[in-house]
């Protein structure tokens, strides 16, 4: 199989340069169609990286013409990574360099052997539920779409926000809380899990509605169809709050209200054999370690 590939990764300090030589000549061996994002190429090339062979792709307009896209970092560099691709729906390969990795779970040392997988067309590919928002403007430039979560915080470090929540129209609940997050199954393993979300198995289609720090108890998590739609509309004492989505964030009006819904694409994430979600939960929350096991 010839396979074109393209390429983006986080920035790397020194001591980490000897392993990323290592991972590129064994990708660049293998390999001969290959883009880089701008982004990485201009970090490679600073760390003394001979490029001048390979062509680069903008960040904001994506790679063309390629079969697979290849993450290296951690989950964050994953985001990045799905945000250049967008609508294209490329297969993304996550190689994690970084800590955690729910979504980035190759390590340095198997890439040789998942590239053999890859050569001989030896992996599965698994669509991911995308969420997005919406708008009476443009919130994000175009990128207006997420693999993990999409959430509403408060911009100042006390008061609480009150966010009036309507799900496919209908009235939900109003919100006394520092905010509150929609997470996708594939971000049930984010910042959903730190307030409390559940563990949701990625492939679900569903949503995970859960408020941030909320002054009502009785308040809980709540798991919706991914093909809800969510409506929010906030107030504030400092008559604005902040909106991310992934690792893109800005403060928004408190008079402008939000649309939470499922994307038009999906995400393709591609899995090498040997690379399952239990064995990852296993892994990285450390289940299985009870002595009674």
């Not at 100042?156 to 809380?177: E, H, V």
């Not at 107030?235 to 649309?259: G, T």
Request: net charge negative; hydrophobic share 40%.
């Amino acid at each position: 199989m010839n396979l074109s590939l393209a390429i983006h990764g986080k920035e790397f300090s020194a001591d980490m340069k000897p392993l990323m030589e290592k991972l590129w000549a064994d990708i660049s061996t293998n390999l001969r169609e290959i883009q880089l994002s701008e982004s990485f190429f201009a970090h490679l090339k600073e760390h003394g990286f001979e490029l001048d062979e390979y062509p680069t792709y903008s960040n904001d307009q994506g790679p063309e013409n390629v079969q697979m896209a290849w993450s290296i970092g951690g989950d964050g560099t994953f985001l990045e990574t799905l945000s250049h691709i967008g609508a294209k729906e490329i297969p993304i390969l996550g190689i994690n360099t970084g800590r955690l990795g729910f979504v980035a779970t190759l390590s340095p040392e198997e890439v040789p052997q998942a590239l053999q997988h890859v050569l001989a067309n030896e992996y599965a590919i698994e669509d991911r539920c995308l969420v997005s928002v919406d708008s009476e403007i443009d919130l994000f430039n175009g990128k207006d779409f997420g693999l993990n979560e999409v959430a509403i915080m408060k911009t100042d470090s006390s008061s609480m926000i009150q966010i009036k929540t309507f799900l496919d129209g209908n009235y939900l609940n109003t919100y006394w809380a520092d905010g509150i997050i929609v997470s996708t199954a594939t971000g049930s393993t984010g910042y959903s899990l730190s307030v409390g979300g559940p563990l949701v198995i990625p492939t679900s289609n569903s949503f995970i509605v859960a408020p941030m720090s909320p002054h009502n108890l009785n308040v809980r998590p709540l798991i919706v169809s991914s093909d809800s739609v969510l409506k929010f509309e906030v107030s504030s004492r400092s008559q604005n709050f902040l909106l991310s989505i992934d690792s893109r964030s800005r403060v928004i009006d408190s008079k402008i209200s939000i649309e939470v819904k499922k994307a038009a694409f999906s995400g393709k994430i591609v899995k090498i054999p040997g690379d399952d979600f239990l064995q990852t939960l296993r892994n990285k929350l450390n289940w299985g370690l009870d002595v009674r096991n």
